[in-house]
């Protein structure tokens, strides 16, 4: 009867350390591996083995959490499936050879906490969807071909340390209502073709530690009370159609010194280059 009751155990343990996450979740996974050429893939998916074992995907308590897939020659579009892992909270898809739109089903993921797609060639406007994801912390989508205005919707994702969206298409404005994003650490917006002059409310982004807003056609002057910002290390504004040209200043100078005028500077400060 021990031996009964033993072998009983053993076998609830092994069906639980196996058991399969949703056929829902499984079938947009392998929805992402047909779509993006999986096979063609650096590190591909043995789709006969458990989800677990998979390479980049994190499984916790039966939910996929986490997908890792930088670097690993995904080429082809997002399908919308992707909109059906509701557990995920971390997605990494930089470093590949994506295109098209961002499907809209990405609203879907309330649980996402960072969204990494950087280095593609997604196109068109970003979603005002995402603004939809309140969880959100880090938002990269920089060095793709999005264009279009930076959507108000993402003013609203209050939890954000950090708005990746450099060397893009983008145009417009920067919203003013950016001030709402209050624990956003790190800016860039550089390399696009935004114009406008820089809003005063970025001074109201208390850890703001990187700035960099360089190679667009800003105008006008750069908010003095940005030299309240304690907590900046890094800004670049050069290339702009500013009314001056500005140093870019990177390390622990404060940004009290960044008024200053190229030809006119002597203080001593690291330079970053572009």
């Avoid at 504004?237 to 008024?259: A, C, F, Q, R």
């Amino acid at each position: 009867m021990k031996t009964l009751k033993l072998l009983a155990i053993s076998f609830f343990v092994t069906a639980y350390s196996f058991a399969n996450i949703s056929s829902t979740e499984k079938d947009a996974l392998i929805a992402l591996y047909n779509a993006t050429k999986g096979p063609e893939w650096n590190a591909t998916w043995d789709l006969n083995t458990t989800i677990d074992t998979w390479y980049g995907i994190k499984v916790e308590n039966n939910k996929v959490v986490e997908i890792n897939l930088q670097f690993n020659n995904l080429q082809g579009e997002l399908p919308q499936e992707i909109g059906n892992l509701t557990h995920v909270k971390k997605i990494n898809l930089g470093f590949n050879k994506l295109t098209g739109k961002l499907p809209l089903t990405l609203k879907n993921l309330k649980e996402l906490t960072s969204l990494e797609l950087f280095m593609n060639n997604f196109e068109g406007d970003i979603p005002s969807e995402l603004g939809e994801l309140k969880k959100l912390e880090a938002l990269k989508l920089y060095s793709n071909k999005f264009a279009g205005n930076i959507p108000n919707s993402l003013m609203s994702l209050t939890n954000l340390k950090e708005l990746l969206l450099g060397s893009n298409y983008l145009t417009g404005n920067i919203p003013k209502e950016i001030y709402a994003l209050s624990k956003l650490q790190k800016l860039s917006l550089m390399d696009n073709k935004m114009d406008g002059e820089i809003p005063v409310e970025i001074a109201q982004l208390a850890n703001l530690e990187e700035l960099l807003l360089s190679t667009n056609q800003f105008t006008g002057d750069v908010p003095m009370e940005l030299m309240n910002l304690t907590k900046l290390n890094t800004m670049m504004v050069s290339d702009n159609n500013l009314n001056e040209e500005y140093i870019s200043v990177s390390g622990k100078n404060p940004p009290s010194l960044m008024h200053l005028q190229m030809q006119n500077s002597t203080a001593t400060m690291d330079l970053e280059k572009e």
